[in-house]
Nanobody, 129 residues
Framework: QVRLVESGGGLVQAGGFLSLSCQSSEKIENVNSIDWYRQAPGKQREMVAVWPRSGSSVWPRAGSSTYADFVKGRFTMSEEPAKNTWNLMMSRLTPEDTAVYYC???????????????WGQGTQVTVSA
């Protein structure tokens, strides 16, 4: 059973920094993409960053990452393979970044190749003015 757990959220002042982590309970094979989303109160869930994978059936090599316009130049993704963990480093935070942040992992199942999506429970990020 694969479970994702986000951590690292909290309260920070505008202009501050936070690093979020997404840890899987086990290694996930045939990963297509590692994604981050966020949802603010009263708003639709929106994509923050996407990190497509290729080249490995266990821990695919990272391709180029894509960031939403509102976080470009401020947010950066990284990984810690030995810990089954992906990170989202956020800098120069603004009150508009306040939201629940979710990680999402898309992977292909064997032997059909059908794609499944795993979601974490989210971590709250609150940015004060």
């Amino acid at each position: 059973q694969v479970r994702l757990v986000e951590s690292g959220g909290g309260l920070v002042q505008a202009g501050g920094f936070l690093s979020l982590s997404c840890q899987s309970s086990e290694k996930i094979e045939n990963v297509n993409s590692i994604d981050w989303y966020r949802q603010a109160p009263g708003k639709q869930r929106e994509m923050v960053a996407v990190w497509p994978r290729s080249g490995s059936s266990v821990w695919p090599r990272a391709g180029s990452s894509t960031y939403a316009d509102f976080v470009k130049g401020r947010f950066t993704m990284s990984e810690e393979p030995a810990k089954n963990t992906w990170n989202l480093m956020m800098s120069r935070l603004t009150p508009e970044d306040t939201a629940v942040y979710y990680c999402s992992v898309r992977a292909r199942q064997r032997p059909t190749g059908a794609e499944v999506t795993y979601w974490g429970q989210g971590t709250q990020v609150t940015v004060s003015a």
